[in-house]
């Protein structure tokens, strides 16, 4: 039995309610077959798309005809985990009905304490929300100050911090869960992004966004798990991208990871911090291996006949 924390990417949940819903009906046969393997199953998810379409609803609803309250950008990641999170877990639970598997599925709202001082503040590079052309970034940035950058030639998106994770608020209660034996859906989109300025201030939300993969990193390493499997759109971790020489790699060890980082290898919005995450989870834990894999191969990539392994040197 291996327990095992599943990164999923918030891109792959689709652009709207019905279409999250359906693609994950299909990751739930995907994470019940895991499930009916033995292993120990911890979910997490992006959710840069979905946070993004709530909060501009709600900042046009605030700023529409009807007058609703301003909703913090906080508060507005939390949504994102639970309503992502319902649909998850609801997809989960009726596949582990049909299958007749007596064992439960919960989301668990989690908050994740990072560096007021991270120099992420400073320089917003996470995109949420929709596209724009460029006239329409400049104008929105004018008038509310939001920072937009052009991405990958589809157009401009905003932009928000995205500092490091420190720890997560919740680790204890997601532990007690995994020990006995539930499927955990935790640290939704990275988790909602806290600081707290000293021992006795309370906690307090801001606006961030936490890359999920590095939460998810964190929270293996917390739950002592055995494998972080990250999933994305392509089935292997590959050098010389899209160029002429192009490889896959099956397997590779810190020490290669870190001499194809200062190559440039690997793209800063993209598989970089994935593997930045994986490097995390797996160093000085020779007996730990994290795996980049897409999600039609998890089952896969867990059996070591898809994916990219890496491990420690």
Do not use: W
């Not at 095992?4 to 918030?10: P, S």
């Not at 004018?142 to 420190?166: A, C, I, L, N």
């Not at 955990?184 to 806290?194: L, M």
């Amino acid at each position: 039995m291996s327990k095992i924390v599943i990164a999923l990417g918030g891109n792959a949940l689709g652009n709207s309610q019905s279409e999250q819903l359906r693609l994950l009906e299909g990751v739930a046969k995907i994470i019940v077959d895991l499930v009916k393997s033995g292993n120990k199953i911890v979910l997490t998810h992006g959710n840069g798309p979905q946070v993004g379409q709530i909060f501009l609803a709600m900042d046009y609803s605030a700023h529409g005809e009807v007058k609703t309250p301003d909703m913090p950008f906080p508060e507005c990641g939390s949504m994102s985990q639970g309503y992502i999170g319902y649909q998850m877990q609801q997809c989960i639970q009726d596949e582990l009905e049909r299958q007749k598997i007596k064992k439960d599925c919960a989301t668990l709202i989690t908050q994740v304490l990072v560096d007021p001082n991270d120099s992420a503040f400073d320089n917003p590079t996470k995109p949420i929300g929709k596209f724009y052309t460029k006239e329409e970034a400049d104008l929105i940035s004018k008038e509310k100050g939001y920072t937009f950058v052009e991405d990958s030639g589809r157009g401009y998106r905003r932009v928000v911090p995205s500092p490091r994770p420190k720890d997560i608020i919740e680790k204890r209660v997601i532990k007690q869960l995994v020990d006995n034996d539930n499927i955990v859906i935790a640290v939704g989109g990275g988790g909602i992004p806290v600081i707290k300025e000293d021992r006795i201030k309370l906690l307090e939300g801001v606006e961030a966004v936490i890359d999920k993969d590095r939460s998810a990193a964190l929270l293996a390493r917390e739950l002592d798990a055995d494998v972080l499997l990250i999933l994305t759109a392509v089935d292997k971790v590959y050098i010389n991208f899209n160029k002429d020489g192009q490889m896959a790699l099956d397997s590779i060890t810190t020490d290669d990871a870190n001499k194809y980082i200062l190559e440039g290898q690997f793209a800063k919005g993209s598989m970089l911090p994935k593997i930045e995450a994986c490097l995390d989870f797996v160093k000085d834990n020779p007996s730990k291996k994290a795996i980049i894999g897409s999600l039609e191969k998890a089952s896969e990539a867990i059996s070591g006949t898809s994916g990219t392994v890496i491990t420690d040197k």
